[in-house]
């Protein structure tokens, strides 16, 4: 990578789930799990069909949540609430990517779909805690979910942050196009690279990519 791409970023954006913790946890698998058994019960519909519904909502609304908010006027904050009831001893701590987080210049923040204090819990079980100066769920975007540009615009405007001075790290690639086109430097953090027009970067290693750019940014 040219060693200029990110000595004028000011601000950092991560995703959370499957970014800043390996999806081999397969942490978010119990989520979905929850997410068919809420979706099961508040339609009564059977898990296949629940199960159906939350991935066509996904792909069409970009989480299961705005499908079920837009289609069928759910309430979001207990279904965040009951989605995000699992099991986090799945995580643990790893001091190398909190000491290269920790070593970014600038600003700092936490960008989820999920809801903010879920984040915090996989930020404490990662002992991540204390090194972003920011942490925003999809409540501070009311409730619309990234890849919507509507909502980069309401959380972005909450943190006074500058998108053509930030990068963004992210695993779904749909959720980089809006931060390119803000002028942010995007990173695609997956174990399979995708070659599109929207993505600067791919990196399997977060904290390994990290390493690498930080002499780049005295």
């Known amino acids: 990578m040219p060693a200029e791409f990110f000595r004028d970023r000011t601000a950092w954006v991560f995703d959370l789930d499957n970014t800043l913790y390996p999806p081999e946890t ?98 404490e079980a990662r002992g991540l805690s204390g090194v972003f100066d920011a942490v925003y769920g999809v409540e501070d975007a009311g409730y619309r979910p990234k890849p919507e540009a509507d909502a980069f615009a309401r959380v972005f405007a909450r943190d006074g942050l500058q998108p053509d001075r930030a990068a963004m790290f992210e695993d779904d690639p749909r959720n980089l196009a809006v931060p390119h086109d803000l002028g942010m430097r995007t990173v695609l953090v997956t174990p399979e690279p995708l070659a599109a027009q929207h993505i600067h970067h791919h990196t399997r290693d977060l904290s390994g990519f990290l390493a690498a750019i930080l002499p780049n940014l005295s």
């Open 26 to 123: 397969r942490l978010f698998d119990q989520i979905e799990a929850r997410m068919v058994a809420y979706v099961s019960a508040q339609l009564k519909v059977d898990a296949r069909e629940a199960g159906r519904l939350r991935k066509l909502y996904w792909a069409e609304y970009g989480t299961t949540l705005a499908g079920l908010m837009a289609l069928h006027d759910l309430d979001p904050d207990p279904y965040l609430v009951d989605v995000h009831d699992i099991d986090f001893s799945v995580l643990s701590p790893d001091p190398e990517l909190r000491a290269r987080i920790s070593d970014l210049p600038g600003r700092r923040i936490v960008y989820t779909n999920g809801s903010a204090p879920y984040a915090r819990r996989v930020l």
